[in-house]
Each structure stands twice: as C-alpha cells, then as structure tokens.
C-alpha cells in the first residue's frame, strides 16, 4: 500500500513539474538575435515598471530617455508575451519590453520592435523639433505648441486600442492600467490641449 501511494506521489508531483516547465514559469526563448555589435538606440521614452516595458506605454515607474544607446538585442518570447530584450550600453542593465497584442489591434510584435528600436540618436530623431519640444522630451512631458512628431519621442505611440489612426485629433494614451490622457491636436497637428 506504501509503495502504491508513493508511485501515484511521485507521478504527481512528476505531472506537475512538468506542466510548470512546459509552462516556462516566464523563461524567455528567443527566436531571433541581432548581430553582436549591433547599436541602437530608443526611438522614443518609455517607462520601466517593476522591471517591466509594456508596449501600451503606461506612465508609470523610471523614465529611460529617448536616445539611450541599447545592445544585446534578441526578439522572443518571455512571460506569454513576445519580448524584446536589449542591454543599456551606459548601464549595463538587460530590460524586457513586452508586447500586448490586445492592446494593439492591426499591428505585429515586429512593428512594435521596429517602433521601439531606431539607429539614430537622440539629435537625429529630434532634428527640425524646437528646443521647447526638446526640453519636453527630456522631461518625458508632452506641452501644447508640440507637434505629433514630437509627442511619438516623447510618449511614444498611443496604444491602437484607443487611437486608431495617427491622424486622428485626439490622442489617447494610458498613464496607468486605470487613467487615460488625451492628446488634442489642431489643423496644424500641434498640441492644444492634454486632458488628464
């Protein structure tokens, strides 16, 4: 009888173990691997929440500034969620940036990479902007008299969810998992108004 219990115990727990690593308990797998050396810089702000990038941009954690120089970049899997992970070349820090397809209707985890990543710097993606633009990108802000161009670096793109086209007037991003803002643009596609 002892023995009957302990075979059925071990196949148990077995089971379960098994389920767990097919599971990945968050392991990534990446599938593709940019060439070593291979520079790169943000294309816009992002924030990093509990060691977390989310796609959908919440404004929520430390803010890694447009232009940072990124290496070690490989596409994948991570957590369910495909996943870019790149290296901060000044900080030496992996980072995790997860794209949400349900949030973003109508676009691949490879456009979301490709928006994320650039190989210009900061002076290049903010080249013809003003110095006020400038200024609010640094801060992570985004201020009326910005142009739509300006507010992508600064903000990045506003989740499909809420913002279907570019050319919209209206902006929506999320500032948290619960509050949204409104980016309200002119004729002349500059900022008039943020609604909090």
């Known amino acids: ?48 929440e509990k060691e977390k990038i989310w796609s959908t941009g919440y404004q929520v954690g430390r803010l890694i500034p447009a232009g940072t120089k990124v290496k070690d970049i490989k596409f994948g899997k991570k957590s369910g969620y495909p996943t870019v992970a790149f290296t901060g070349v000044e900080d030496n820090q992996t980072y995790y940036a997860y794209f949400n397809p349900d949030h973003h209707p109508g676009i691949s985890a490879q456009d979301y990479m490709d928006r994320l990543l650039t190989s210009q710097s900061f002076e290049e993606i903010t080249q013809g902007l003003t110095s006020k633009e400038k200024k609010a990108i640094e801060t992570g802000d985004v201020v009326p008299g910005m142009s739509k161009d300006a507010v992508l670096v600064s903000w ?16 929506k991003f999320w500032k948290n998992r619960f509050d949204t803002i409104e980016v309200r643009f002119n004729d002349e596609d500059k900022v008039t108004e943020i609604r909090d």
Not at 156 to 171: K, M, N, Q, R
């Open 1 to 48: 009888m002892k023995s009957k219990f302990l075979a059925i115990f071990t196949l148990v727990v077995a089971s379960f173990l098994l389920i767990l690593g097919n599971q990945g308990c968050g392991q990534a797998k990446w599938t593709k691997e940019l060439p070593a050396g291979t520079q790169k810089y943000l294309a816009h702000n992002i924030w990093i």
């Open 156 to 171: 990045g793109y506003p989740p499909e969810t809420g913002t279907g086209s570019l050319d919209f007037d209206v902006w």
